[in-house]
């Protein structure tokens, strides 16, 4: 027996709706409504109170304050302040798994949000990185570090590591890369941090699939989030303010 299709059962029923009443659309309009903080101008009393502890319990999860960002950061290609700092934190945070990677890669999709210059909180690194992504490590040959270099132009850029230096052309193609200096040797073996995400071949990038001598913890410790507050928390011991610029990591030709 064939099925009906759930949009015309939905059609069916207003229709059927409609004959047992005596209403009829008169019209459609559509308003934007701001929501800016004239709103707090004449707070409603009632709702503050009854928001008042939901809003002291959040406030003591996302409030502390991780440490301190030197300007505004935004993620966009071919690349960013922010996805160069994120791509970076990777490769800090490699330390702590006895791994020393050569590239950290961090995806642009996986950016959600904005840090804006002054305090970090908690809350504000969880809104840059909400998914459950953990750091992970793989090795690829030189030929397929080309391939994914190839496969980031053409994307347009993604969160590459201090030393990646990529020319890309506006309709993103790869014209050349080089990492730290020096030329990719097709048959070398690099070392690559970046999340399990990508590991899987998520966001076009599935030159990470032909990877070999794959770390991947899967520990929720290992969530970014966590490896972003404990870089801020770091440099805020020693009294450092977080920085990260555009330096010419991907460039369009």
Known sequence: MRKKPILGSI?????????????????????RVIIDSQYDTNPDEAAAKFLAPFKRVNDSIMGPVMGTVAHNMHAQRPESDLSNLLADILVWAAKDYNENPVLGVYNMGGIRADLTKGEVTYGDILDVAPFENKICFVTLSGEQLMELFTQIAATGGEGVSQGAELVITGDNKLV?????????DPQANYRVTTINYLLEGNDKMKAFLKGKDRVAPDDVSNNTRFLIMNFFKEKHVKGEIVD???EGRIKVQ
């Open 11 to 31: 059609f069916a029923t207003l229709a059927i709706l409609s004959c047992q009443s005596h209403y009829q659309l008169a019209g459609v309009e559509r308003t």
């Open 176 to 184: 050349s890369a080089r990492l730290n200096g020096q030329e990719i």
């Open 244 to 246: 990260a610029k555009v």
